[in-house]
Each structure stands twice: as structure tokens, then as C-alpha cells.
């Protein structure tokens, strides 16, 4: 099975790359505890050559796009993966302009022909604060997967539900002055116990459709 995650963070490497990297560990996981190995792939957006969508329309007519750059073989990949994570940081409630010029030019994919349709999909974000616009971009995310006809899952964790989707924050609560203090998203314990499990989710629903 393989499963491609797709980080839209400008860089690379830091907080929502650790975060897929998490979810990409529960798939692994999960996998194993099914019998069924699975290959995961991070991809850096920000590693990538990936022009604008420039509005052509031209994959109106064929599922294929006008520019010719390092999306072709993102293309290959995304029509390869079983499980397609998309991951963004938080910036002003929605995802990075990386993630959504992304989006954008994999309009393709949808237009002539359903290429992603059944394909299972996870959404992961990161922010800086709390209540400060992570569900926003979780719900951008999974427009993504229903725009294109993918099955989206939503962690449950076993016992006491800790959240419905995939936040990790850099707050660390306020002073006694009432100034936020800041901490590596990666001490976020409850948002990566939950990107492991969406990993494991995916990959379970995964097994259930091949
Ligand atoms: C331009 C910009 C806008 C941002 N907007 C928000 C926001 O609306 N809400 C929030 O909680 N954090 C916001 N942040 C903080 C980022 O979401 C946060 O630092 C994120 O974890 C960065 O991920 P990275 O480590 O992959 O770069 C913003 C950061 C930048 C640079």
C-alpha cells in the first residue's frame, strides 16, 4: 500500500513536516499490524519547481495541465498512492499558498475524469495559537478530498475522544502578564497522537477497499 504525504509548510522539515511524518509512522504501523507493508513518501512542496495555475482552462478538455515542471511527477505519485495526506500550517484560518496553489493544479484530476475518486485521504495542520483558525484549514483540506471524490478520515482515538481533527500548536498558554508563551509544535501530545491515528485509520480503511 502506499500512502504519499504531502506537506504545503514553505519549510521544510519543521513542525508540519514532523507532524505527517507522525501520521506516516502510524500508517507504517498499522500496516504491519494488518500484514500489509506499507511504503510512505513525504513530499516537500517547498523542495519543488511548481508554477501558479494559470488559468487555461485547458484541463477542461484532457487530464493533463498546459505548464511542464516538477508537478508531472507529483502527478505519477498521486495517482500511484492509496492514501494521499495533505498537510498545511495554519496561515490566516486557511492553508499556506504552497498548499493551495497545490490544490489548484490538480484541478486535472477532476475536470474530465475523476483520477483520485475512492482513494482514501487524511488532513493535518498546525498552527501557532489555539482556536486561531486550525479547523478552518482542516475544512479547506478536506474540501480537497471531497472535490475530488476521496474518502476522508477523521481520527478516533480508543477511549475518551481527544479532538476531532489533526491540530498541532505552538501555544504553551499565557504568562501571568497574560503574553502567549510558545513551545516546538512537536510538544503537542494530544495533536500527534492524533496524526498517528489518522495514519492508522487510513490505512485501515485502505486494507478494507483494496
Ligand atoms: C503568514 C503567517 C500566517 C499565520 N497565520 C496563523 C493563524 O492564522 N493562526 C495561527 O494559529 N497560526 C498562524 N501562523 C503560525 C503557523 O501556523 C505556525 O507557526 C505553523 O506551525 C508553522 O508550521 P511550520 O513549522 O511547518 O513552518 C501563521 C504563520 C505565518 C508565517
Redesign the pocket.
Known sequence: MKVLGI?G???AG??????LQAALDGAAEQGTALGVPVSGELVELSRLDIGFCIGCNRCLAQTSCALADDMNDLYEKLRDADVVLL?S??????V?ARMKNFMDRTRPFHMVENVLTGKVGGAL??????????EG?LALLDSWFATQGMLAVHPRTQGAPLAGGVV????AGLSEEGQPQWRS?KADKIGFALARQLGREATCLAARLA
Request: glycine share 18%; proline share 3%; hydrophobic share 30%.
Open positions: 506537506n509548510s514553505h519549510r519543521k513542525g508540519t513536516a514532523a507532524l498537510a500550517p495554519d496561515y490566516f484560518g486557511t499556506s495542520s498546525t498552527a501557532g495559537l489555539n482556536n486561531c483558525g486550525g484549514t498541532a500548536t505552538g501555544f509544535v
